[in-house]
């Protein structure tokens, strides 16, 4: 199974570009990164997934290396509002063993 | 389009109840997956189902079952509950199962379940 290794925190100011790196060894040939954004008392929010090389659409940028063994989310120009906790998945298609990172919360200060 | 719902959204159980908890998809989804989420274990997948068929388990005793529904509709049923049972339980609907295209999911709120 593919564990993942996130920082569990990280700050950043209004404007700025935010990188969250998740660390997964393991990761299977089979195997898709998504990262998904949660706020207190919801369920965590679908931003992107990628398989190799990079991914972006209107929120986010995912930047995944040949080995795959890490992905960078990043996410342009931060607001107050994407103060949260995201959350990679290394997932297999196949057996479905799904392997959330422990979190990392991302606090934008103004 | 409505979202996923989940039913109830609080639940107070006593150590050795069961219970059971519901989700609606969105319209569409053919694909439940169940979440267990605890401050200390994080995000931890309980399983998935697509056309009424269980495709994917995560490591939890056989306690926690579930089922879908010919609606899509999906039900979580946990036996004889513990004091660490005390979690939310969420669930995510997706067009397609696994991962891979089609497979983004679309969590509801949770249900907040306390064991005492």
């Known amino acids: 199974l593919a564990k993942t290794t996130q920082p569990i925190s990280m700050d950043s100011y209004e404007g700025q570009e935010v990188n969250i790196t998740c660390s997964h060894n393991n990761i299977a040939t089979n195997d898709y990164i998504t990262w998904y954004q949660q706020f207190p008392s919801q369920g965590p929010r679908f931003i992107i997934q990628?398989?190799?090389t990079k991914v972006t659409n209107e929120v986010a940028s995912l930047f995944i290396p040949a080995d795959r063994k890490s992905s960078t989310l990043s996410l342009p120009r931060v607001s107050l509002s994407d103060t949260a906790v995201y959350y990679c998945l290394v997932g297999t298609s196949n057996t479905g063993k799904l392997i959330f990172g422990q979190g990392t919360t991302l606090q934008v200060k103004p | 389009k409505a979202g996923v719902t989940q039913t109830p959204r609080y639940l107070i159980k006593t150590r050795g109840q069961q219970v059971t908890l519901s989700c609606s998809p969105i319209s569409g989804h053919r694909s439940v997956s169940w979440y267990q989420q605890t401050p200390g274990q994080g995000l931890q997948f309980l399983f998935e189902?697509?056309?009424?068929?269980q495709r994917n388990k995560g490591n939890f005793p056989g306690r926690f079952s579930g089922r879908q529904f010919s609606n899509s509709r999906s039900e979580m049923n946990v036996s004889t509950l513990e004091l660490g049972d005390s979690a939310l339980y969420l669930c995510?609907?997706?067009?397609?199962w696994g991962q891979g295209v089609g497979s983004e999911q679309y969590f509801g709120p949770g249900t907040r379940l306390t064991v005492t």
């Open positions: 990628g398989y190799k």
């Open positions: 189902y697509f056309s009424e068929t």
């Open positions: 995510a609907s997706s067009l397609a």
